[in-house]
């Protein structure tokens, strides 16, 4: 796969989104505590923009009357029809057996490291054995 730069880490802050394109695909990018996400910006029930929704958590119950917030910031909610996604993997918590979003992997890299670019030549060891030059192969 391709990597493409699609924003600076302080563009988008822990617990927030931003709406990036690549080429024509529209994405959602997504910080969780310092872990970058990438999903289709596109929800697969109706094509809402995700990057509009709200992020929220998943609600759990162990008996009724006693709730909890769990997986606080994970998950983002349709904004036309509140389908929910985990921003973690696309899987719908809506219909988790039939839709989900598409992932994207997304890291934070530093600027060191794409300045080496995936341009690099490849070396091959030579030795010097006696009168002559080796080449490795």
Not at 11 to 38: H, Q, W
Not at 89 to 103: E, F, K, L, N
Not at 115 to 121: I, L, N, Q
Request: hydrophobic share 40%; proline share 6%.
């Amino acid at each position: 796969m391709t990597r493409h730069v699609v924003a600076n880490v302080a563009d988008v802050p822990a617990g927030g989104r931003l709406r990036v394109m690549v080429g024509k695909r529209p994405l959602c990018l997504f910080n969780i505590a310092g872990e970058f996400f990438a999903l289709n910006d596109r929800c697969p029930h109706e094509g809402a923009s995700l990057a509009d929704g709200n992020i929220s958590g998943i609600v759990e119950s162990d008996r009724p009357g006693h709730y909890r917030l769990c997986r606080r910031g994970e998950m983002i909610k349709c904004p036309w029809h509140g389908w929910e996604f985990d921003i973690r993997t696309g899987q719908s918590w809506s219909d988790p057996d039939r839709t989900r979003v598409r992932a994207y992997d997304a890291e934070a890299v530093g600027g060191a490291e794409l300045e080496k670019g995936p341009f690099v030549a490849e070396t091959i060891p030579v030795e010097i054995d006696g009168a002559y030059v080796v080449v490795e192969l």
